[in-house]
């Protein structure tokens, strides 16, 4: 897709910007002339992105935040941050996630398990809390969309952790979306279905990754929902090819 300036002037904030989907998605958006602050441990290839973003012809390139999103107070002083600097934000991408380990419930470990609640839920509860005065005063109404599974409803023997972290995600941004219903916001969950990246590989390791989506292919139709547009709030989005 050629450049446009359909989001100029618009912050966007995407957790795990730095490979899969989270960097298919912030391309996308700054594509689209959006500002991405990309988030994720990996100084090295946010460094990438931004010589991407760069190369689409954002001079000033993107915001890195290098950051553990298990360090939640963290969070709070990047809200501060982008007060002080935008005084808004328009776009909240909550996609970083972890797979956590396939194994039966009872062989969970406690620091595996408070892991995955976390960084799969509470760092985007924490982001939720530190940001929703930002995206309320975006210009109609902040977007936001929070990267969900089918793991959250299927019951899929060994994937009680990840499935966990996800249902009460799903729980907590639905809870979000209602109560916002009358500010203008959008909040929206999505579901990728199985995408060609790390964790899906991790995850499924017999499989051939070229029969799966590419994170570019479920990017692009995850965008409407991140637009100023965005038609609906509320809703889980499963992606279809
Ligand atoms: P991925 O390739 O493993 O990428 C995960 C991203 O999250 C990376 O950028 C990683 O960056 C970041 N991240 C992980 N832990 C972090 C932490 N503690 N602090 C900051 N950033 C962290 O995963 P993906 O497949 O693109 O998945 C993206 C989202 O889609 C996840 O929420 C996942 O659950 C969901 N999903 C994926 C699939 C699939 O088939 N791929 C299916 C359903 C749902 P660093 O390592 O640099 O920190």
């Avoid at 950051?67 to 970083?96: F, P, T």
């Avoid at 249902?167 to 979000?176: D, G, K, P, Q, T």
Wanted: some cysteine; charged content about 20%; hydrophobic content about 45%.
């Amino acid at each position: 897709m050629a450049a446009t300036s359909e989001l100029a002037g618009q912050i966007a904030l995407v957790t795990g910007a730095s490979r899969g989907i989270g960097r298919a998605i912030a391309m996308q958006l700054a594509r689209r002339g959006a500002h991405i602050i990309a988030l994720a441990r990996t100084s090295g290839a946010l460094e990438e992105l931004d010589d991407d973003i760069k190369a689409l012809g954002q001079s000033d390139g993107a915001t890195l935040v290098p950051l553990d999103l298990a360090d939640h107070d963290a969070l709070d002083r990047l809200g501060r941050s982008i007060y002080d600097r935008w005084g808004k934000l328009d776009i909240l991408v909550g996609n970083a996630g972890i797979l956590g380990p396939i194994t039966p419930v009872s062989h969970i470990t406690p620091k595996k398990w408070d892991a995955l609640l976390a960084v799969n839920l509470t760092a985007n509860w924490r982001l939720i809390r530190s940001l929703e005065p930002l995206l309320k005063q975006a210009d109609p109404g902040g977007r936001a969309v929070f990267l969900s599974s089918g793991a959250a409803t299927n019951t899929k023997p060994y994937w009680g952790g990840y499935s966990m972290s996800k249902a009460a995600l799903e729980s907590i941004v639905r809870m979000w979306a209602a109560e916002s219903e009358m500010t203008g916001m959008r909040i929206n969950l999505f579901n990728p279905g199985g995408t060609r990246t790390e964790m899906r590989a991790a995850a499924m390791p017999g499989e051939d990754p070229a029969q799966l989506p590419a994170p570019e292919q479920v990017a692009e139709f995850v965008m409407p929902y991140l637009l100023p547009d965005c038609p609906v709030n509320g809703e889980l989005i499963n992606y279809k090819a």
